[in-house]
């Protein structure tokens, strides 16, 4: 697959902050400041990026670019005290949370995603029955695809991203969680539904029966239609990465389903074992495809990329511990996440976990952020520079759409 080129990473920017940024002419990450621990894998000193890489790592500025920055804000990014939103319906950061803000996303390219997909939805794959409409619209998924794809060279590519991040959601509701969901028989199930990205190799014979059984259910129709559309754009590489990174997700789904069978409270640690394999990891995984263009496999199989992609997960994922944390709560018997954990295995009040959470969100970010721009200026490939200031604008709007997503999310009571 060529590479494109970069092409505008906010379409959305007003017409006056337009004027105001300047984009580059090479894809690009920005470094750490001196002030950032040069941290690289298995401790070995990050090298430090000649004057004119440090120019280039720095990346665009200007109005509307900060949530672009792979450079840890010095500054408190969110006040300690919860402020009001200009528009309550937009919801409120976490308090403390250290995250950076990005520019709305696209109107027109979100409206047009939100209509296709629901089209894909109904018309396609049969997905939901009608009483779940409602629930299906106010997860707005149309808006975080393109939050967190800003560099999305045409709705085609957004709706790639699009159609797998319903499909991975219907798996979870359906066979994990609140639509029928059960650790009972899950591994069955997630094997049968994994042959759907998997495909099954088998003998003629039996081809036809499985074939069939990829329409049995609506996660089975949702994950072979939505991948039949991601190999049409993606690589080969990058379909096996995607098969890879599903399988991990999938693994952490069964451990989480085998604790609630026994019901076992893992220590923290393994808390956040599990949540390093059932986490976000395949959504930033393809910024490359959704973006035209790849990251080389060698590339990506290099251990300081597994880390930082590993980083950037496990962040992403603490963000919805932490932001789902009320509708857990009010949901039947115990949903662990990272407060219920903390609360019970160190013996802290609900607040006192809850605020621990924060800090272990806020030490992820960090690591993730000097993990990136030590690689950035180990491996100044253009191709890699862009895909990871694409995985760091991922992590960006994956917080921005849990914040503004009230339909779905409120904070606890604790400020």
Same mark, same amino acid.
């Given at each position: ?278 986490? !976000? ?86 690591? !993730? ?17 862009? !895909? ?28």
């Amino acid at each position: 697959m060529p590479d494109p080129g970069p092409s505008p990473l906010w379409p959305s920017l007003p017409t006056a902050a337009s004027h105001a940024l300047t984009l580059p002419t090479a894809p690009v990450v920005p470094a750490a400041p001196e002030s950032v621990p040069e941290v690289a894998p298995q401790g070995v000193p990050a090298p430090t990026p000649p004057p004119a890489l440090e120019r280039v790592l720095r990346g665009p500025s200007g109005l509307g670019t900060a949530g672009l920055s792979l450079v840890p804000r010095l500054e408190a990014p969110v006040p300690e005290k919860p402020t009001a939103p200009a528009d309550p319906a937009e919801g409120r950061p976490i308090p403390g949370l250290y995250f950076h803000p990005v520019p709305e996303p696209d109107p027109a390219r979100v409206a047009e995603v939100s209509r296709r997909i629901k089209e894909w939805a109904v018309d396609e794959v049969d997905l939901f029955p009608d009483d779940w409409e409602g629930q299906f619209d106010g997860f707005l998924v149309g808006r975080y695809m393109v939050a967190c794809h800003p560099d999305a060279p045409t709705v085609d590519h957004l709706m790639v991203a699009t159609r797998l991040m319903v499909a991975e959601n219907a798996v979870d509701d359906c066979y994990c969680e609140d639509h029928g969901g059960s650790p009972v028989g899950l591994g069955g199930r997630l094997l049968l539904a994994h042959t759907a990205l998997d495909p099954l190799h088998t003998t003629a014979a039996y081809q036809p029966q499985w074939a069939e059984s990829l329409h049995a259910d609506a996660p089975r129709r949702a994950y072979r239609s939505a991948m039949e559309y991601f190999v049409r754009q993606a690589t080969p590489s990058q379909a096996d990465r995607y098969r890879h990174d599903m399988a991990r997700l999938h693994l952490g789904y069964l451990a989480e389903a085998a604790w609630a069978e026994t019901d076992h409270l893992p220590e923290v640690w393994e808390y956040l074992a599990m949540r390093q394999f059932n986490n !976000f990891r395949p959504c930033p995984t393809i910024t490359d495809t959704v973006g035209g263009y790849e990251l080389p496999a060698d590339l990506h199989a290099r251990p300081d990329m597994q880390r930082v992609l590993a980083l950037a997960g496990n962040a992403s994922t603490i963000v919805n511990d932490l932001y789902s944390y009320t509708k857990e709560l009010d949901s039947p018997g115990r949903h662990l996440n990272l407060p219920v954990v903390l609360a019970e295995r160190e013996s802290l009040s609900e607040k006192d976990a809850y605020l621990k959470a924060i800090e272990v969100h806020n030490d992820l970010m960090r690591d !993730f952020e000097a993990e990136a721009a030590a690689l950035a200026a180990a491996c100044p490939v253009p191709s890699v520079l862009r !895909f990871l200031r694409g995985v760091a604008v991922w992590v960006d709007g994956n917080h921005h759409w849990h914040r503004t997503n009230t339909y779905r999310y409120s904070l606890p009571d604790f400020w």
